[in-house]
Structures are given as C-alpha cells and as structure tokens.
C-alpha cells in the first residue's frame, strides 16, 4: 500500500510518518485484519518504544487509539533486515510483475464470470476500467489498479 503524502503531512518527522502508515494501512484493510493476529515489522525503533508511551502529542495519540482495537504487537528489525521492503514504495510503473504472477494473474481472471462479463462489456462500452495486457484494470484517480479476483485476495494478503 502506497500513497502521496499531502503537503501537511510532508511536514511530519519520519516517527509520524511511520505511525501514520500503520494507521493508514489497518485503517484500509480493517474488515480483513480486525479480530486476527498481527505483527507489525518495522525499521522504525521510535515506533515501537513511543506507542507504548502514556504521554503521546495529540496526533500520535489520536492514531494511538485507533490501533488499540486491533490485536497486534510490533517488532523491530534492522535496516540491513529490511532492506527488501523498499520495494514496496517505488512508483508502479517502476516494477514488473513477474511472468508466472501475471499468469496466475490472466487464467484467474479468465476463470471469474465477473471479470470475463466486464472485459467483454469494456469492448463496447467507455467505462472506469480498462484491459491492459489481457488483464482487468479499474482506473481510480488516474491510476490504473490490477482487479484482483476474490480466488487470489487471501493469497495476496498473506504474502
């Protein structure tokens, strides 16, 4: 999960960006994490030490107590720990998806009634999605997202 952060938030310290994108991201997929398990990892050591705190800034503290009803401990890794994650912050257009992913990807798709009916719908109607390489797309504030089929949503939110 990425996003653009607004002008107010590039003034945050990298502590409350950190904090910021916990609280994003569970708010986001609150309907499918609320009520399991979670381990937060994180290169940000502030992060773990300072939401155990009593004392919080506002802000912190009102995202402090967003998270209190989600069951999750973080822990700490090293940068050098780490470093593979930076992946998940570079633009789209900078990554590939894999052979095999996109594969798994089309014959997903080709398989779900839905998404067959709405690719065959797209040929003669404009609409908010489009198909881009044989795959499914819906395009949301200019940025063309993948359709991920329901089959492969818990895979994915696994990985």
């Given at each position: 999960m990425s996003k653009k952060t607004s002008d107010h938030e590039r003034k945050y310290t990298s502590f409350e960006l950190e904090v910021l994108a916990v609280f994003e991201a569970l708010k986001k997929f609150r309907m499918y994490v609320l009520g399991t398990s979670?381990?937060?990892?994180?290169?940000?050591?502030?992060?773990?030490?300072?939401?155990?705190?009593?004392?919080?800034?506002?802000?912190?503290?009102?995202?402090?107590?967003?998270?209190?009803?989600?069951?999750?401990?973080?822990?700490?890794?090293?940068?050098?720990?780490?470093?593979?994650?930076?992946a998940l912050s570079r633009p789209p257009h900078c990554m590939l998806i894999q052979n095999s992913i996109y594969l798994q990807f089309l014959k997903t798709q080709q398989a779900n009634d839905q998404i067959t009916a709405i690719k065959t719908l797209l040929e003669t109607?404009?609409?908010?999605?489009?198909?881009?390489?044989?795959?499914?797309?819906?395009t949301i504030k200019g940025t063309d997202l993948l359709v991920v089929p329901d089959e492969m949503q818990a895979n994915i939110i696994k990985t």
């Open positions: 979670l381990k937060i990892i994180t290169d940000c050591e502030a992060l773990v030490k300072t939401l155990s705190k009593k004392e919080l800034n506002p802000r912190i503290a009102r995202w402090a107590l967003y998270l209190q009803e989600f069951n999750y401990t973080i822990e700490h890794r090293t940068d050098s720990k780490t470093a593979h994650v930076d109607t404009p609409h908010k999605n489009i198909v881009k390489n044989r795959l499914l797309y819906k």
